[in-house]
């Protein structure tokens, strides 16, 4: 599925809520152990190639505890 969004990230444009990064940093916390920065290190790896857009969540802090 990644190489198809790759493959047409001209063509399309790609959000991502806030939520879902907060959702994601939290699994890679409580599930796999990573610490800060492997986890700024896997989002960026993803979110470079594809460029999306973030929808921002009025109320919510994406900040690490």
């Known amino acids: ?3 198809f969004l790759e493959e047409n990230k001209d063509k399309l444009d790609f959000y991502v809520p806030g939520l879902t ?3 994601i940093v939290r ?3 409580t599930d796999f152990g990573l610490n800060e ?3 700024i290190y ?3 790896g993803f ?3 594809l ?3 973030q ?3 009025e109320g919510i802090n994406l900040e690490f505890a």
């Open 1 to 3: 599925m990644f190489t």
């Open 21 to 23: 990064e907060l959702e």
């Open 47 to 49: 979110c470079n190639p």
């Open 27 to 29: 699994k890679l916390k």
């Open 51 to 53: 460029y999306p857009k």
């Open 37 to 39: 920065d492997e986890i």
């Open 42 to 44: 896997l989002w960026k």
């Open 55 to 57: 929808i921002k969540d």
